[in-house]
């Protein structure tokens, strides 16, 4: 009999599993993939270390959460600085000097708030959507440049049905700072996310392959409380509605080359370009192979069974993933946590705090 059996090994259910073992808790860990670590997972090949579901930078300012990460893997530094090429031309991410000067030949912070000051949208009341938001915040020239096409792309909706938070998160600068992040801790892991995973899980019963949902009674009967980090419309059927996700698609391209786009990323904001960005996976981790690999990320429509990658957190969206959280309450031996379970989209020192807060208080009950 287990303590607690954790469902996912992504970065909740890892940090759970991590904590309640080291307070002398029996803990297994089930994943559905033949991996763990979920979306953050890394693999290495011809030397390279792959993000295999898209470029993740860890980031923080709370000290605790970068100490406790470190305590698994040993972070290198890493500022991400992505461009965007709309027009056929490159702008630098996210909105700051360079990018102003970029625009409109602007040297001074004076002049660039001028300008936006002039195309920006008033509104005697909070942005509705995130049209309303990015023309209330930055005008309607960068608006249209570099929002508007990428956000239709990624989103395969219209701006104005998309909430204004999602662009809020993108800083605007008025300095030559073109640090993607406001933290004072960014960096990767040395060797990639799965070495942290690895590192978090050590010791601990890890199955793979094991499908939770398709064994529940059984599984759940070998622990006296279940973590489920899955989607909580697949635990219960979809028997109330389908929670809505937006998909991505990868594809691959190897060079015999040691640097094929100078950077990182590139965002692509032209509407006709099917790929959102490229990323050259090198430029994050430090290698001597001669070669280098470029994915493209496509966004792909997504239906039950597939990768959910961000949650479509429309308000019938919302109220539905309410319902289901109600129903859940009324299993006594479950928790739940997780950018799934919690259908939301969270940066991974969010994921990890959520995850320490949680698994300490279950510790000291």
């Known amino acids: 009999m287990y303590d607690y059996l954790i469902v996912g090994s992504g970065l909740y259910g890892a940090v759970c599993a991590r904590l309640l073992a080291d307070s002398g808790r029996r803990v297994r860990v089930v994943e559905r993939r033949n991996h763990i670590g979920g979306n953050v997972y890394t693999e290495e090949q011809e030397g390279i270390v792959i993000h295999s579901y898209g470029a993740h ?63 920006r949208l008033i509104l005697d009341r909070e942005p509705e959507n995130l049209e309303e938001q990015a023309l209330s915040m930055v005008g309607k020239t960068i608006y249209d440049l570099l929002i508007r096409g990428y956000t239709m792309k990624q989103w395969q909706k219209n701006p104005r049905e998309l909430p204004p938070w999602i662009i809020k998160r993108l800083p605007l600068r008025f300095t030559y700072d073109n640090n993607y992040f406001n933290d004072t801790y960014q960096g990767i892991p040395e060797g990639g996310y799965a070495k942290l995973i690895q590192g978090l899980l050590y010791g601990i019963q890890v199955d793979t392959s094991v499908d939770f949902l398709s064994n529940r009674t059984e599984l759940a009967a070998q622990a006296k409380h279940v973590i489920y980090t899955g989607a909580l419309d697949e635990f219960f059927g979809y028997d109330l509605g389908v929670l809505e996700y937006r998909g991505l698609r990868f594809e691959h391209d190897w060079f015999e080359s040691e640097n094929v786009l100078g950077n990182a990323v590139i965002n692509y904001g032209d509407e006709d370009v099917p790929y959102t960005r490229r990323i050259e996976h090198r430029h994050f981790s430090p290698t001597s192979s ?32 309410r319902k289901y959280c109600e129903r859940i309450a009324n299993f006594n031996n479950y928790h739940i946590g997780g950018r799934l379970a919690d259908y939301r989209y969270y940066d991974m020192h969010q994921v990890v705090g959520a995850a320490m807060k949680f698994a300490r208080s279950l510790a000291a009950g």
Not at 68 to 82: D, E, G, I, L, Y
Not at 300 to 320: K, M, Q
Request: aromatic share 16%.
């Open 290 to 321: 001669p070669l280098s690999i470029v994915s493209r990320e496509y966004p792909a429509a997504w239906r039950p069974g597939d990768i959910p990658f961000y949650p479509v957190n429309s308000p019938d969206n919302e109220l539905l993933h």
């Open 57 to 119: 930078i860890f980031h923080c300012s709370n000290r605790e959460i970068w100490d406790f990460v470190n305590r698994f893997a040993s972070f290198r530094p890493f500022v991400n600085r992505p461009v965007s090429i709309s027009g056929g031309k490159l702008y630098s991410l996210p909105f700051n000097m360079f990018t102003f000067n970029q625009l409109w030949g602007v040297t001074s912070p004076d002049e660039a708030r001028a300008i936006i000051e002039r195309e």
